[in-house]
C-alpha cells in the first residue's frame, strides 16, 4: 500500500486585509496561509506518508518576499530531515510569463528529497515503485499531455495545475476565473493510479481517479462554505484506491444571512444590523454583512462609529449596503469597516453606471487580481 498526501494552492505570501497580526507585526492573512503550510507539515511529519504531491500555487506570486521564501524553506527542510518526498510544480501565480525572470523554484532544487518541475514541460519524477508524471503551468499543458507514458510496473501518479472541461458542458466547470489560467481536458488520462490536480479552490472529485485537493485557506467569499485542508490517497496493491479529506483549522469565514429592510422601520433596521453583528461574534473572523433595501434616509442615520466599535477585532468586517431604488430594484454601495483600496474599487465599479455592457463581476475580479499581483510586486 501507498500512501500520498496531495494538496494544492497553498498561495505562500498571500495578503489582504489590514488587520496585522500582534505577535509578528505581520499582515494577518499572511500569517494564516503560514499557518495552514504549517499545519499541514504538522501532520505530515507525524503521518509519514510515502509522498507529497504539490499541485501548484505554492507561492502567491511569481516574486515572493522574502519573507515567504524563507518561511517555504524551513518547512520543506522540515520534510527533507525527515525524509518525507515532497514534489512540487509550479501553477500560474507563481510562474514567470517572461522565461528570463526565473522560478522561485530553483531556490528549492538542491534540497534533498524536494522535486520542483517548473520549467515548462513535462518530467517525471521516479521514487522506487511510484513515477510521477508531472506537468506545470506551460505554455502547451495539451501538447505535454501527450508524452505521458504509463509503467505498468509500480505506481503511476499525474500532477497538472489547470481548470478542467467535462465532456459535454461547454461552460469550463472546474475553473478559478484567472487572466492566465489553463483549461484542458482530462478524458485522455487513462491508466493512471492517481491524477492530483490543482488550481481549483474547491476540493473535489472530478473523476474516480481524479482529485482537486482545493485550496489550504479560504481567499474570497466566493469561498466561504468550503472546508479546506488535503487529501491523502491509499493506493492498495490489488489496484483499489481510498481517498479520505483532512480538514485544516483555519480561520472562520462568515457570509451573514442578510438584513431585509422590507417591513422594518429605521429602529427595527439598527437593531437587526446591531444583532447580526453582535450574535456573530466577529473577533478574529472574516465577515460579510448584506443590508438589502435600506432606504437613504435611513441609511444616513446608522451609527457607523458603532459598528466600527462593534466590529474592531474582526479580522475583516465587510458590510454591504443595497439600496432601493424607484424602479424597485437594488443599487449597492458597500461601507467596509476598512477602506482599503480593493473595498474602494469595488465600491466605484459597483456605483459606476456608463459600463452596462461589460461584465461588472469579472472585471472587478480581475482588477482585484492585478491589484494584488502589484501589492505584491512591491
Ligand atoms: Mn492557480
Same mark, same amino acid.
Given at each position: 500500500?501507498?500512501?500520498?498526501?496531495?494538496?494544492?494552492?497553498?498561495? +505562500?505570501?498571500?495578503?489582504?486585509? &489590514?488587520?496585522?497580526?500582534?505577535?509578528?507585526?505581520?499582515?494577518?492573512?499572511?500569517?494564516?496561509?503560514?499557518?495552514?503550510?504549517?499545519?499541514?507539515?504538522?501532520?505530515?511529519?507525524?503521518?509519514?506518508?510515502?509522498?507529497?504531491?504539490?499541485?501548484?500555487?505554492?507561492?502567491?506570486?511569481?516574486?515572493?518576499?522574502?519573507?515567504?521564501?524563507?518561511?517555504?524553506?524551513?518547512?520543506?527542510?522540515?520534510?527533507?530531515?525527515?525524509?518525507?518526498?515532497?514534489?512540487?510544480?509550479?501553477?500560474?501565480?507563481?510562474?514567470?510569463?517572461?522565461?528570463?525572470?526565473?522560478?522561485?523554484?530553483?531556490?528549492?532544487?538542491?534540497?534533498?528529497?524536494?522535486?520542483?518541475?517548473?520549467?515548462?514541460?513535462?518530467?517525471?519524477?521516479?521514487?522506487?515503485?511510484?513515477?510521477?508524471?508531472?506537468?506545470?503551468?506551460?505554455?502547451?499543458?495539451?501538447?505535454?499531455?501527450?508524452?505521458?507514458?504509463?509503467?505498468?510496473?509500480?505506481?503511476?501518479?499525474? *500532477?497538472?495545475?489547470?481548470?478542467?472541461?467535462?465532456?459535454?458542458?461547454?461552460?469550463?466547470?472546474?475553473? *478559478?476565473?484567472?487572466?492566465?489560467?489553463?483549461?484542458?481536458?482530462?478524458?485522455?488520462?487513462?491508466?493512471?493510479?492517481?491524477?492530483?490536480?490543482?488550481?481549483?479552490? &474547491?476540493?473535489?472529485?472530478?473523476?474516480?481517479?481524479?482529485?482537486?485537493?482545493?485550496?489550504?485557506?479560504?481567499?474570497?467569499?466566493?469561498?466561504?462554505?468550503?472546508?479546506?485542508?488535503?487529501?491523502?490517497?491509499?493506493?492498495?496493491?490489488?489496484?483499489?484506491?481510498?481517498?479520505?479529506?483532512?480538514?485544516?483549522? +483555519?480561520?472562520?469565514?462568515?457570509?451573514?444571512?442578510?438584513?431585509?429592510?422590507?417591513?422594518?422601520?429605521?429602529?427595527?433596521?439598527? &437593531?437587526?444590523?446591531?444583532?447580526?453583528?453582535?450574535?456573530?461574534?466577529?473577533?478574529?473572523?472574516?465577515?460579510?454583512?448584506?443590508?438589502?433595501?435600506?432606504?437613504?434616509?435611513?441609511?444616513?442615520?446608522?451609527?457607523?462609529?458603532?459598528?466600527?466599535?462593534?466590529?474592531?477585532?474582526?479580522?475583516?468586517?465587510? *458590510?454591504?449596503?443595497?439600496?432601493?431604488?424607484?424602479?424597485?430594484?437594488?443599487?449597492?454601495?458597500?461601507?467596509?469597516?476598512?477602506?482599503?483600496?480593493?473595498?474602494?474599487?469595488?465600491?466605484?465599479?459597483?456605483?459606476?453606471?456608463?459600463?452596462?455592457? +461589460?461584465?461588472?463581476?469579472?472585471?472587478?475580479?480581475?482588477?482585484?487580481?492585478?491589484?494584488?499581483?502589484?501589492?505584491?510586486?512591491?
Amino acid at each position: 500500500m501507498k500512501r500520498i498526501f496531495h494538496l494544492a494552492d497553498t498561495h +505562500i505570501g498571500y495578503s489582504a486585509y &489590514r488587520k496585522i497580526d500582534e505577535a509578528t507585526g505581520l499582515n494577518q492573512r499572511e500569517v494564516d496561509t503560514y499557518e495552514a503550510f504549517k499545519q499541514f507539515v504538522d501532520y505530515a511529519l507525524d503521518e509519514k506518508p510515502d509522498v507529497i504531491l504539490h499541485a501548484g500555487d505554492m507561492f502567491d506570486s511569481v516574486r515572493p518576499t522574502n519573507r515567504a521564501i524563507s518561511l517555504a524553506l524551513t518547512q520543506l527542510l522540515r520534510l527533507s530531515e525527515a525524509g518525507i518526498p515532497f514534489v512540487v510544480i509550479s501553477g500560474n501565480h507563481e510562474t514567470p510569463r517572461l522565461k528570463e525572470t526565473g522560478s522561485v523554484f530553483s531556490l528549492f532544487e538542491h534540497i534533498p528529497e524536494v522535486y520542483v518541475v517548473h520549467r515548462n514541460k513535462y518530467e517525471t519524477i521516479e521514487l522506487d515503485d511510484i513515477t510521477i508524471h508531472a506537468i506545470p503551468h506551460c505554455d502547451d499543458i495539451e501538447g505535454e499531455k501527450k508524452k505521458i507514458k504509463v509503467d505498468k510496473n509500480g505506481f503511476n501518479l499525474a *500532477m497538472l495545475h489547470a481548470g478542467i472541461k467535462v465532456r459535454g458542458k461547454p461552460v469550463p466547470v472546474f475553473a *478559478m476565473g484567472d487572466i492566465n489560467e489553463q483549461i484542458i481536458s482530462i478524458d485522455d488520462l487513462t491508466g493512471l493510479d492517481y491524477i492530483a490536480l490543482g488550481h481549483y479552490h &474547491r476540493c473535489t472529485k472530478v473523476r474516480e481517479d481524479a482529485y482537486y485537493a482545493g485550496s489550504t485557506e479560504r481567499f474570497s467569499f466566493g469561498e466561504v462554505s468550503d472546508n479546506k485542508g488535503f487529501l491523502e490517497v491509499r493506493l492498495h496493491d490489488d489496484g483499489t484506491r481510498k481517498v479520505i479529506f483532512h480538514q485544516l483549522r +483555519i480561520r472562520d469565514m462568515v457570509d451573514l444571512e442578510p438584513v431585509v429592510c422590507d417591513g422594518l422601520d429605521a429602529d427595527g433596521i439598527r &437593531r437587526a444590523i446591531r444583532t447580526r453583528i453582535l450574535d456573530c461574534e466577529p473577533d478574529g473572523k472574516i465577515v460579510r454583512l448584506r443590508v438589502l433595501g435600506i432606504p437613504l434616509h435611513v441609511y444616513h442615520t446608522l451609527d457607523f462609529d458603532e459598528f466600527k466599535r462593534l466590529t474592531k477585532h474582526a479580522v475583516h468586517f465587510e *458590510m454591504r449596503y443595497e439600496f432601493k431604488r424607484e424602479d424597485g430594484g437594488y443599487s449597492s454601495a458597500s461601507q467596509s469597516a476598512f477602506h482599503s483600496l480593493h473595498t474602494e474599487f469595488e465600491k466605484f465599479i459597483d456605483r459606476y453606471s456608463g459600463i452596462a455592457h +461589460i461584465d461588472k463581476g469579472r472585471l472587478k475580479e480581475l482588477g482585484l487580481q492585478y491589484m494584488r499581483k502589484w501589492q505584491n510586486e512591491e
